[in-house]
């Protein structure tokens, strides 16, 4: 039986040069994953590709770490939460190469979360998918092999010794970059993205580095796929029936993640009122107000002298928080 939902992994091409020897004594251990966007957020037409780091000593071979990512809490603890690994050298990793920031949507307002840059290639629609949905665009002509159940196996990519200063997509291999103390990074740019069709919530990156004698070492870190929300129709004025109250009404939508439509209502939702005092850096909760089955909320509160208001959405661990542009009182 074939699930729904349906995920690529990466063929990985042959080395295209033999990966430096190191002593055979060097004990083997993951010391650092990192991905990126460290909080994915996808929106209607956009999708996620996700860039993993890998940075471990020890690891021998074509595959000597290898990574899997799918849906779901990690069967042990985060990396992060260990004790960081010595290094004998006293020496510090290197540095990770600096990542071109987030484009941020065009609009009225801004969400906290910015989704992907646009022009994203779209991953895979599930087979079940409404036929009243968007289609995925084909993905580029790379060597793909397709798995039957919703989670994403990646083999490496290892990073050159000059670690690039912008993403770059590969096809093939290089050696990992070596660090102090025998330490490696090792990157993973899958071709497969995330969209609005995969799982919310938490999602496990298990790393696994292999030696020259087949023992391994498993280590675990994760990450929250989010999808998009949004403010629309927001309106700040002065109430025609409290004296000394203002009002604020508007909607709030979310990506709607079985592709009838883009944004759909998100009822029964708690939004915070926020206000801004003239030269003030920080903003004051004003007050609270939940959304209807239509996702649209009015409320209102005492009017403050002057400053700025917004409303703000905190999200959750399936939809990403939102955050409206400041707004004066209508007149």
């Known amino acids: 039986m074939t699930r729904s939902l349906l995920l690529v992994s990466l063929a ?11 002593p055979a004594a060097t004990e083997l251990a993951i010391r650092a994953i990192t991905v990126r966007p460290a909080e994915p957020v996808v ?31 990690p069967p042990g603890p985060l990396l992060s939460a260990k004790p960081p690994q010595p290094d004998p050298s006293g020496l510090p990793p ?31 629609v599930p087979e079940d998918a409404p036929s009243g949905g968007p289609a995925g665009a084909p993905l580029a ?9 919703p989670r994403l196996d990646l083999q490496k990519a290892p ?22 103390g025998d330490w490696q990074t090792w990157r993973f740019l899958p071709d497969k993205k995330l969209n609005r069709f995969y799982p919310t919530g938490t999602w496990t ?19 929250e796929l989010r999808r998009a929300t949004r403010l629309s129709s927001v309106r700040v004025e002065r109430s025609p029936k409290a004296a000394g109250g203002v009002r604020l009404r508007g909607s709030l939508t979310r ?22 005092g003239e030269g003030s850096p920080a903003w004051e909760d004003a007050g609270e107000t939940t959304t209807d089955a239509a996702g649209a909320f009015v409320q209102t509160v005492p009017s403050r002298r002057g400053g700025l208001w917004r409303i703000h959405f905190p999200g959750n661990s399936h939809y990403a928080a939102y955050t409206t542009k400041p707004r004066q009182i209508a007149s």
Do not use: C
């Open 43 to 73: 929106g209607a037409h956009d999708s996620v590709s996700l860039v993993i780091d890998v940075i471990a000593r020890g690891a021998r071979g074509k595959n000597g770490v290898t990574v899997k990512v799918e849906p779901g809490v």
């Open 159 to 180: 990073v050159t010794n000059a670690l690039p200063p912008r993403l770059v997509w590969r096809q093939g291999e290089v050696p990992p970059a070596r660090m102090a």
């Open 12 to 22: 990985a091409g042959s080395l295209t040069a033999p990966v430096p020897a190191y």
């Open 94 to 124: 290197a540095s990770e190469p600096a990542l071109p920031a987030p484009s941020t949507p065009s609009g009225p307002d801004t969400p906290s979360e910015p989704p992907a840059s646009p022009g994203a290639r779209p991953g895979i």
């Open 255 to 276: 990506i709607d993640p079985r592709g009838f439509t883009d944004f759909g209502p998100y009822a029964k939702q708690r939004l915070r009122l926020q206000w801004r």
């Open 205 to 223: 990156i298990s790393a696994t580095a292999r030696d020259a004698d087949g023992a391994t070492v498993t280590e675990y870190a994760s990450f």
């Open 141 to 149: 002509q790379m060597p793909l092999a397709l798995v039957a159940d």
